[in-house]
């Protein structure tokens, strides 16, 4: 568990700059729970209504309730001084003071990848999402999202799919937001972590989220915009991430859907174009994902069947889609699927070729 100090640092209602200037004054967080009214008003980072704050957190002692409970519900507290810390993580601006996490800790430190965009996804946006995370979780990557509805959701799936994620909260871990997504985050759980910075208890108040996507892009080496409208969370995210010195990446999009404005926008303003998994992991040097043609009888369904009707000339997506007799949307998702681990490209629009 974490230091208690921390802990009572984080159950404070004080601006993060006060319980990091707190955090300087003393050499062991650990003795802010037992510094006097004298002490506290001689270091002179707090008025007169903080140390009250400060005073009536400390003798509610909330503190140890958050550590009783955590350690009751199998969640770990990752400080900022554990060892166990993300030190991606700790390298940006305002990191998190305390780190709640239900599931693997060490899956924090991992090359890691958001995935991110709008709650209300066009098809051609949550296959994308879905899609890419399955390809970079296949490569041993971990993908962060934020567990919210549409493309965080779908990114969670894909990931999930093939390899490890990380959800991170606008709410406590006991308070999981949205109630929908609750088993997916026990799945999450299961083999990867869902994390908070907040109380517990936390409700998802409106404020809390902008303040999530900070850990969103700083866990992350890179941050993928799949589709957002231009003001939206997942442009927060794209903005933060460029001060924290991440990779930024965008989905293009339909020039005339709403939700491609952000990822378009990005890309105008010098956001990596993401066509594939190859244009992400190129850009960190990682070895790249080389399809090999011998694998295409293994490809799951319904990607098999698409890849049997395709072929090195190029085929309309409604003549793929009546040769398949699959459904509209089965057929459209093994498709971009088998654009995003690069067995066919898109020549033309709604026009595609094996590779």
């Known amino acids: 568990m974490g230091s208690n100090g921390l802990v009572f640092l984080n159950t404070l209602n004080l601006a ?22 004298k002490e506290l008003s001689k270091f002179g980072v707090l008025n007169q209504k903080d140390i009250d704050k400060f005073l009536s957190c400390r003798d509610s002692r909330l503190f140890e309730r958050e550590i009783s409970q955590a350690r009751d519900n199998g969640i770990q507290i990752v ?28 899956v924090l430190s991992k090359m890691s990848i958001a995935v991110v965009g709008t709650r209300i996804p066009t098809p051609y946006g949550s296959s994308v999402a879905e899609n890419l995370s399955s390809d970079l979780s296949s ?39 949205p109630r929908e997504n609750k088993r997916l985050g026990l799945e999450i759980a299961n083999c990867g972590a869902v994390i908070s910075e907040y109380i517990l208890n936390m409700p998802p108040l409106r404020e809390n989220f902008p303040k999530r996507n900070r850990i969103v892009s700083g866990l992350s080496k890179g941050v993928v915009i799949v589709e957002a409208a231009k003001r ?12 924290q010195n991440r990779e930024v990446f965008a989905v293009p999009g ?29 850009e960190f040097s990682i070895s790249s994902f080389v399809p090999d043609k011998d694998l295409a009888p293994d490809l799951k369904f319904p990607e098999n069947v698409i890849f049997d009707i395709v072929d090195f000339k190029g085929k309309f997506f409604d003549e793929i889609l ?17 654009v995003f681990k690069g067995f066919v490209k898109e020549l033309k629009p709604s026009f595609y070729a094996k590779v």
């Open 322 to 338: 009546a040769q398949s007799q699959l459904a509209r949307q089965d057929a459209f998702k093994g498709l971009l699927s088998l």
């Open 232 to 243: 939206s969370g997942a442009l927060i995210t794209a903005r933060l991430a460029c001060e």
């Open 79 to 106: 400080d900022l001084h554990d060892q166990r810390y993300p030190e991606i993580l700790r390298e940006i601006f305002d990191p998190p003071l305390v780190l709640y996490v239900k599931g693997n800790v060490d």
């Open 139 to 177: 490569m041993g990557i971990n993908v962060v999202s934020g567990l919210a509805r549409g493309i965080d959701t779908c990114a969670h799936r894909g990931a999930l799919s093939n390899g490890i994620t990380t959800a991170v909260l606008g709410s406590g871990l006991l308070n999981v937001y």
């Open 254 to 282: 339909e020039i005339t859907s709403p939700v491609s404005v952000g990822p378009n926008y990005l890309i105008k303003e010098g956001a990596k174009l993401v066509e594939n998994i190859k244009d992400i992991l190129d």
């Open 16 to 37: 993060y700059s006060k319980k990091t200037e707190l955090l300087k004054s003393f050499d062991d967080s650990d003795l802010l729970i037992n510094v006097s009214h």
